[in-house]
């Protein structure tokens, strides 16, 4: 009955590599999000899809690549991943992309890169 | 741009003490304010929010007062414990912004028996 699901929960893998986190929603909503938190807790807004538009794309490396095959589902693809993209990564989703709903988060999958 | 400032952590605290997180912000348009909890290995929780000034949020003891004059939405409770030791984060959501929220850098806060 998870809410927003992501797997995978841990990621390990070599400098270099390519990637990719899954996230899934059962609550309905058309609003997805992803948020990348560093080891200090600061939590930056990746980007976010409208009804599988992207309505959201902050200043990230085009290493990063989103893709949302439908409403419930936005996934995370990660190409040539670097020391630095060791973090944390949280999906969310939200009811609109209104200023009044709130978002519901995953619970994160932390990439470590060695 | 918008901006979220809160107070800067780690905040320790007894049990049952009073407990108020400062949060402020800088919006260009009417924002709705969050305050949410992160717990140790989960994601975010909404914890409460105020659409519009002068609106208390209020969820589990916690209390937030959406302040327009003071641009502040301070998280407040009376009585704390050792289940509320978390991150709490406050962020703010513009309409206006395709849905885009802008989050403070949490505050983290450790309750001690």
């Known amino acids: 009955d998870t809410a927003v699901s992501q797997t995978p929960k841990y990621l390990v893998t070599q400098m270099g590599n390519d990637k990719s986190i899954k996230c899934e929603q059962n609550l309905g909503h058309d609003t997805m999000y992803w948020y990348k938190q560093d080891s200090k807790k600061f939590l930056k807004i990746m980007f976010s899809y409208n009804n599988k538009e992207l309505i959201i794309n902050e200043t990230v490396p085009n290493r990063f690549s989103p893709k949302s095959p439908d409403k419930a589902h936005l996934n995370l693809h990660i190409n040539s991943l670097e020391l630095g993209d060791s973090a944390v990564y949280f999906c969310a989703s939200s009811r609109g992309a209104g200023g009044s709903q709130p978002q519901h988060f995953g619970d994160g999958t932390r990439l470590s890169i060695l | 741009g918008d901006s979220v400032t809160q107070m800067e952590g780690p905040v320790t605290l007894s049990e049952e003490a009073f407990l108020t997180i400062n949060c402020t912000y800088t919006a260009t348009g009417y924002p709705s304010l969050f305050w949410y909890v992160q717990y140790p290995g989960e994601g975010l929780q909404l914890l409460l929010k105020?659409?519009?000034?002068?609106d208390k949020g209020s969820n589990k003891g916690f209390e937030a007062t959406y302040r327009k004059e003071t641009t502040s939405f301070h998280l407040e409770k009376g009585s704390v414990q050792v289940s509320d030791s978390a991150v709490y984060f406050c962020a703010l959501k513009e309409g206006s912004n395709a849905g885009k929220s802008t989050f403070g850098d949490g505050t983290t806060l450790t309750v001690k028996p």
């Open positions: 105020a659409t519009k000034a002068d």
